[in-house]
């Protein structure tokens, strides 16, 4: 009788029958009635808590509420003697804001790390192995809800400043730092999730750095996972902190704008992106003044979006200019020089003024080559150019030997599953196909198809 009381209590729910079954291994309570008991206590320290709070679709059964809570108060009881009870509470804490599975043993100090044991007996977390960590979701929304105890700002903080320190080891430009965006962007997106859900106020400098830590996200998120709306999202509220901490006349908030162009610019969404730009230029002129380095790739990003907008006239304009500074502030030898040919090279392309574009994507892959190497990731959008132009001329083998230098770059740089493979895959079937070449095409279409349903 004293078991099917404790189950009803409990709700029949497994999460917190076996929950209730580690507190009573670990405290070595030997009867459903002393558990009850115990939590009797808990319960009228929390009572008003829960009294407060009104149960919504979705959220926890506050029976699983109360025994987590029992769990927490009896940790916390032993702080007096155990500094492993309190490591083990901020320990959860922290995990409380992450993603649920998958959670890096990097992510905390070594001091902090030892905790984990505790946590595992008492059925708080699970620990993987090589795995990291997994935390149950109902779990963490009763730490971030009941039992904070009125330090969420400061954990907050601490957290933040974990993925500050190990995003800034992701680069765009180096496809081995990629995993560094595949292990924390989750942990990050679900921590920002977090804070924008329970309207934390964070100080001034864990502000910039939620900021900081949106930014660099919302890179990996747009250039290399192609999760454009989420990494539009982050870099909005990176712009939003920046405007609120710093005012609307600052560098960074002109990046942030820089960064949600670019986004917009993958969407195809090129009217957006060029209001984005234009505020990002505003902000860089005014500030910086006109000769900048970020300037000149103001200049060559916003005749990027007017040649896509059809613009052609007003293209060439802008990227003449950046072209002119970007020579004077780096040299001839530059990556940013070899983007200002791209463009230009795209326009004339379109006007189909095809050798003047194919000089100038041959200058600027003799650029690229110089400074990258031949099998950097940034030269698929080199031999990507080149082949477009070759294609149109008709040169088809050409084209399609370029097109197979991009592939194995993409596939190399990116995996054999993302959508610039996709893009190459379907440049060579418009190749196979221009050949008459039509069960190539074919298969080249379907590989593209599959990546872009997956």
């Known amino acids: 009788a004293g078991v099917l009381e404790l189950v009803q209590k409990l709700g029949c729910l497994p999460l917190s029958i076996e929950q ?24 009228s320290t929390f009572r008003k808590k829960w009294e ?10 506050f029976s699983f509420a109360e025994v987590i809570s029992l769990t927490f108060a009896k940790l916390s009881l032993e702080t007096d003697d155990d500094d492993k009870s309190v490591g083990a509470i901020e320990l959860l804490r922290k995990m409380a804001f992450f993603h ?26 699970l620990d993987i192995g090589a795995g990291g960590l997994s935390m149950h979701a109902m779990t963490q929304e009763v730490v ?81 996972a192609c ?31 820089h960064h949600m162009a670019i986004v917009c610019c993958s969407q195809g969404k090129h009217d957006e992106a060029l209001e984005h730009f234009l505020k990002s230029f505003a902000i860089n002129i005014k500030v910086l003044g006109p000769h900048h380095e970020d300037v000149a790739a103001s200049y060559n990003n916003l005749a990027n979006v007017y040649e896509s907008l059809g613009k052609y006239d007003e293209g060439l304009k802008f ?49 690229n080559v110089k ?3 031949p099998e950097h990731p940034s030269m698929s959008c080199s031999y990507d150019g080149m082949a477009v132009v070759y294609r149109k001329q008709g040169k088809f083998h050409e084209a399609l030997e370029l097109y197979q230098k991009c592939l194995d770059i993409d596939i190399k740089a990116m995996g054999k599953d993302h959508p610039y493979v996709a893009d190459s895959y379907d440049g060579m079937a418009e190749v196979y196909e221009a050949l008459g070449k039509l069960e190539e095409a074919r298969e080249m279409q379907q590989k593209s198809a599959a990546i872009r349903s997956a």
Not at 100 to 122: C, M, N, Q, Y
Not at 208 to 216: D, F, G, I, R, S
């Open 144 to 224: 971030r809800d009941l039992l904070m105890g009125g330090s969420k700002a400061t954990v907050l903080g601490e957290v933040l400043a974990a993925f500050h320190v190990k995003m800034a080891k992701f680069d765009v430009d180096l496809p081995g730092t990629y995993d560094v965006g595949r292990v924390y962007a989750p942990h990050v997106k679900a921590a920002v999730r977090h804070i924008k859900q329970g309207e934390t106020q964070l100080s001034a400098e864990d502000d910039l750095l939620l900021a900081n830590v949106c930014k660099t996200t919302g890179v990996f998120l747009g250039r290399v």
């Open 20 to 43: 209730a079954a580690a507190f009573a291994k670990q405290y070595r309570i030997k009867s459903p009635a002393l558990y009850l008991a115990e939590q009797a206590k808990v319960y």
């Open 319 to 367: 990227f003449e200019k950046g072209l002119d500074l970007n020579i004077k502030v780096h040299g001839p030898d530059h990556p940013h020089v070899a983007a200002s040919y791209d463009g230009t090279a795209e326009v004339y392309s379109k006007q189909g003024k095809y050798e003047d574009a194919l000089k100038l994507r041959q200058m600027s892959l003799a650029i």
């Open 227 to 257: 999760s454009f709306r989420e990494a539009l999202e982050l870099h909005m509220q990176s712009r939003d902190i920046r405007v609120k901490v710093l005012g609307e006349d600052h560098t960074f908030v002109a990046t942030a704008y």
């Open 100 to 125: 649920t599975d998958g959670i890096p043993a990097d992510l905390f100090k070594v001091e902090e790390w030892v905790h984990v044991s505790t946590l595992a007996r008492h059925s708080l977390v």
């Open 52 to 61: 407060d709070r009104r149960l919504v679709a979705g959220e926890y059964p």
């Open 371 to 373: 400074v990258h190497g």
